[in-house]
């Protein structure tokens, strides 16, 4: 009886170690099948060009707040949560659909009293300032002239007044702005970006980065040209040329100024959105501005759209061009 119970005991042994280990080879055929298919998952959450999206930007990981219902401020900073936008070209028929990684914006343009710490922290030489002069529009000849002594400080040439501290700064090449902003430690945004930013994170179709109406019968909501450009100037927000940065109405997001009274550089080369889509791009020598200014107006240009793009040679330094900077989430 001891010799059988010994023989049944070491066969339970045996059957035991087996069906564990059967058992472990399942969990692990578990585990792997599991994997597999949580890849495949996150493989298709994630834009390729593939399916017609391009990611933009580094591949940024961040835990994000939900900002739709109000915004979140780093040091005058504004994150803007990664989607996708549509772009279309309002004066082309090209359209196409890409994908923005999280960032951060300036919430306001850069003032002239910004810029000013630069120059002093610097010693920076802006392109105005070497080349002695720089585009002014005339309000009373309505016409565009080169000025001597035109420059950030005295943007109408130091016959005129000086600019306030809280003005955003003008007379900036792209490289100007390109310097600054690499000072502060930050970069200009590309123009898909800053039309992400403006359609707040998620692809709104707004007409104006406040909403689709420019005014109400109270009050004007950005700096922009009242009246038939250049003839008529109604002057309804009190405003000839630039504003104080922040003096309208802001987007939903908390940025403001994104449309009106100054362009923006951006930092790419002039591109026609179908160039995306082919992978094939044109050589040009025009930086891109975005935002429009106090100069726009719906029969001459309409900048201040959203959706509207205007470009210009990287040198040129102009009273009604100005910059924002971004910046990576790290």
Same mark, same amino acid.
């Given at each position: 009886?001891?010799?059988?119970?010994?023989?049944?005991?070491?066969?339970?042994?045996?059957?035991?170690?087996?069906?564990?280990?059967?058992?472990?080879?399942?969990?692990?055929?578990?585990?792997?099948?599991?994997?597999?298919?949580?890849?495949?998952?996150?493989?298709? #959450?994630?834009? !390729?060009? *593939? $399916?017609? %999206?391009?990611?933009?930007?580094?591949?940024?990981?961040?835990?994000?707040?939900? /900002?739709?219902?109000?915004?979140?401020?780093?040091?005058?900073?504004?994150?803007?949560?990664?989607?996708?936008?549509?772009?279309? #070209?309002?004066? !082309?028929? *090209? $359209?196409? %659909?890409?994908?923005?990684?999280?960032?951060?914006?300036?919430?306001?343009?850069? /003032?002239?009293?910004?810029?000013?710490?630069?120059?002093?922290?610097?010693?920076?030489?802006?392109?105005?300032?070497?080349?002695?002069?720089?585009?002014?529009? *005339?309000?009373?000849?309505?016409?565009?002239?080169?000025?001597?002594?035109?420059?950030?400080?005295?943007?109408?040439?130091?016959?005129?007044?000086?600019?306030?501290?809280?003005?955003?700064?003008?007379?900036?090449?792209?490289?100007?702005?390109?310097?600054?902003?690499?000072?502060?430690?930050?970069?200009?945004?590309?123009?898909?970006?800053?039309?992400?930013?403006?359609?707040?994170?998620?692809?709104?179709?707004?007409?104006?980065?406040?909403?689709?109406?420019?005014?109400?019968?109270?009050?004007?909501?950005?700096?922009?040209?009242?009246?038939?450009?250049?003839?008529?100037?109604?002057?309804?927000?009190?405003?000839?040329?630039?504003?104080?940065?922040?003096?309208?109405?802001?987007?939903?997001?908390?940025?403001?100024?994104?449309?009106?009274?100054?362009?923006?550089?951006?930092?790419?080369?002039?591109?026609?959105?179908?160039?995306?889509?082919?992978?094939?791009?044109?050589?040009?020598?025009?930086?891109?501005?975005?935002?429009?200014?106090?100069?726009?107006?719906?029969?001459?240009?309409?900048?201040?759209?959203?959706?509207?793009?205007?470009?210009?040679?990287?040198?040129?330094?102009?009273?009604?061009?100005?910059?924002?900077?971004?910046?990576?989430?790290?």
């Amino acid at each position: 009886m001891a010799t059988n119970s010994l023989k049944f005991t070491s066969r339970s042994v045996y059957f035991c170690r087996i069906m564990h280990a059967i058992g472990r080879i399942f969990y692990l055929l578990f585990l792997i099948v599991a994997g597999l298919s949580c890849k495949t998952q996150n493989s298709a #959450d994630k834009p !390729t060009q *593939d $399916s017609g %999206t391009f990611i933009l930007s580094k591949n940024i990981s961040i835990n994000p707040h939900n /900002t739709y219902l109000g915004f979140q401020t780093y040091s005058g900073m504004i994150w803007v949560p990664g989607g996708p936008i549509t772009l279309q #070209d309002p004066r !082309t028929t *090209d $359209s196409v %659909t890409v994908y923005v990684q999280s960032f951060l914006m300036d919430s306001t343009e850069v /003032t002239v009293g910004q810029f000013a710490d630069f120059i002093q922290a610097s010693g920076y030489r802006t392109d105005a300032q070497k080349f002695g002069n720089a585009g002014v529009f *005339d309000m009373g000849s309505r016409s565009w002239s080169l000025v001597d002594s035109a420059f950030w400080l005295y943007p109408q040439s130091n016959h005129r007044a000086m600019a306030h501290a809280d003005d955003p700064v003008t007379q900036l090449s792209w490289y100007d702005a390109k310097a600054f902003c690499a000072w502060r430690g930050k970069r200009l945004p590309n123009e898909i970006e800053w039309e992400h930013a403006a359609r707040n994170g998620r692809n709104d179709r707004s007409l104006y980065s406040w909403g689709s109406d420019w005014q109400s019968t109270e009050t004007v909501f950005g700096n922009v040209w009242q009246g038939d450009f250049p003839e008529e100037f109604k002057n309804l927000d009190g405003y000839e040329s630039v504003a104080p940065v922040g003096r309208f109405r802001a987007s939903p997001l908390g940025f403001k100024d994104l449309s009106g009274n100054v362009w923006e550089w951006c930092d790419n080369w002039r591109f026609d959105y179908a160039e995306l889509t082919s992978g094939i791009f044109n050589a040009v020598d025009e930086k891109v501005m975005r935002g429009g200014s106090f100069l726009c107006a719906p029969n001459y240009c309409h900048g201040y759209m959203i959706a509207s793009r205007s470009f210009t040679t990287p040198e040129t330094s102009l009273f009604h061009i100005g910059c924002r900077c971004a910046k990576d989430v790290e």
